[in-house]
């Protein structure tokens, strides 16, 4: 009978659980929520700005261009090396690659970052299943899971550093456990800089909660790993050792950044930041009420709230900056904290929940790319070939004037393409120039369609009108 009762539960705990998955995503669907696969969209939003960028970086990479050479004043070569190893397993090229392609590269790491509950030892599989499905479905409570962008790459490599470092507690191979831990951390100082302040807080967190694991030679092993693959990561494949020298103006740079004399951004979401500090005081309060000792267990949560009164101190401030403190607390915090009572499970359980689906309501988009990119190429496209018919031997080419111009060279990457003041920009058979105001520039022999190119940033396409040129029907619907 014995036997039997405990089939009955497990199979009782199976069916809540799954039963408060659906409860949940329901949950979502009548807030509007974003709760639903990240990877499923009726019609995937163009690259944002950050992308575009990223997207160049990586090409640039890959044609031969020492990384070094772009002067990125935040980012490392980590997203272009995994892009170019991605691509080659795929046989893809970087001018083929659509924005899905591009965006199934930080999704893979996304998904790393969603595994992680699952390995998590001390944890019943109800409760590693239910943190998985939460940190999945609602994209972590965030949209960054599948942006072209550096922070799921550091986001993943810093959480499993994590896991893997409170993992190798009573291992009987603890050297393998801290190099692999130290490696996940490489990868994170690869994306950047701000990785060695997390690498700060952490050491302060272990201090705090598990200073019995802060031994010489665990130290000395997670060192090595670390090393060994940030150096790596950073000369992408010791072929550009000038990176080396890049992070450590990234570094200094970042100095100016923090005391807010360079390039700070300041708050313009505040409702998701009081989201997310609300669910970390709801963390800490459970586990205070809970009591007992500290422990490694209590990592994760001391580094999630370490690295949000971190950025809430500085005084550059944009969402993405919580990407960490979300996912160590949705993937490792709030799975070891239900475990030790029912009411601890209960209430973290329902809090967790109603975080990522509150939170979607609190963060918004930030500047997204609103026009159809793939329509623009095409449309494009189409009146090249119109064109060309009727200048037989002309080149055909795009001319660019003023402003800022992601994420348009993804988006012209077809063409050939200029770029500010050159020979023939006046001529150009297409022409781009920044929209001042709402009305349409008059120049004769050109005809002007309207580009909302992202929010409070709007372009003019003026195209060749001269000779007749077909202009397709449906051109100018971004």
Same mark, same amino acid.
């Given at each position: ?88 397993? *795929? ?126 030679? *665990? ?260």
């Amino acid at each position: 009978m014995g036997r039997y009762t405990k089939v009955l539960l497990v199979g009782l705990a199976a069916i809540g659980v799954l039963g408060w998955m659906f409860l949940v995503m329901l949950g979502g669907v009548v807030m509007h929520s974003p709760v639903s696969p990240p990877g499923i969209q009726t019609w995937p939003p163009g690259l944002h700005a950050d992308e575009a960028v990223q997207w160049s970086f990586a090409k640039d990479s890959a044609a031969g261009i020492p990384y070094s050479l772009n002067q990125d004043k935040f980012h490392g070569p980590a997203l272009a090396v995994a892009t170019q190893a991605v691509f080659a397993v *795929r046989g893809l090229k970087f001018d083929d690659a659509s924005e899905a392609d591009l965006r199934l590269v930080p999704f893979l790491f996304f998904l790393l970052i969603s595994a992680t509950p699952l390995f998590l030892r001390d944890v019943a599989w109800p409760t590693r299943c239910l943190a998985t499905f939460l940190l999945l479905m609602g994209s972590a409570g965030c949209y960054f899971g599948h942006y072209f962008i550096q922070e799921p790459l550091l986001v993943a490599g810093f959480i499993w550093g994590v896991l893997l470092w409170i993992q190798s507690v009573g291992e009987k191979r603890p050297a393998w456990w801290t190099i692999f831990s130290g490696a996940a951390f490489g990868l994170s100082l690869a994306c950047k800089v701000t990785a060695l302040a997390y690498l700060g807080i952490l050491l302060v967190a272990l201090l705090v909660c598990a200073r019995e694991t802060l031994t010489w030679r *665990r130290i000395g092993w997670a060192t090595l790993g670390t090393l060994i693959v940030w150096v790596s990561l950073q000369t992408v494949l010791f072929t550009d050792w000038e990176g080396m020298i890049a992070w450590a103006h990234q570094l200094w740079r970042s100095f100016a950044v923090a005391s807010g004399n360079d390039d700070t951004l300041t708050l313009t979401n505040p409702g998701y930041w009081w989201t997310v500090a609300l669910w970390l005081a709801a963390l800490v309060g459970i586990r205070l009420v809970r009591g007992g000792p500290r422990s490694a267990e209590d990592v994760p949560l001391a580094l999630a709230v370490g690295c949000f009164l971190f950025h809430l101190a500085l005084p550059y401030k944009t969402p993405w900056l919580l990407f960490l403190p979300v996912c160590l607390s949705l993937a490792m915090a709030w799975p070891l904290l239900a475990e030790r009572r029912v009411f601890a499970w209960v209430s973290s359980t329902v809090a967790a929940s109603a975080f990522v689906v509150a939170c979607t309501g609190t963060l918004e988009r930030h500047t997204p790319t609103t026009f159809r990119g793939a329509l623009l190429a095409r449309d494009l496209g189409e009146f090249q070939q119109a064109w060309q018919k009727t200048h037989l031997g002309k080149p055909f080419y795009v001319a660019i004037d003023g402003g800022h111009y992601w994420p348009l060279p993804y988006y012209l990457r077809a063409f050939q393409v200029g770029y500010g003041e050159f020979d023939g920009a006046e001529r150009a058979p297409v022409r781009i120039l920044v929209a001042h105001d709402s009305s349409a520039p008059a120049i004769p022999g050109y005809k002007a369609y309207s580009l909302p190119l992202r929010r409070d940033e709007t372009y003019w396409v003026l195209v060749d009108a001269t000779n007749k040129v077909d202009i397709p029907l449906m051109f100018g619907e971004w």
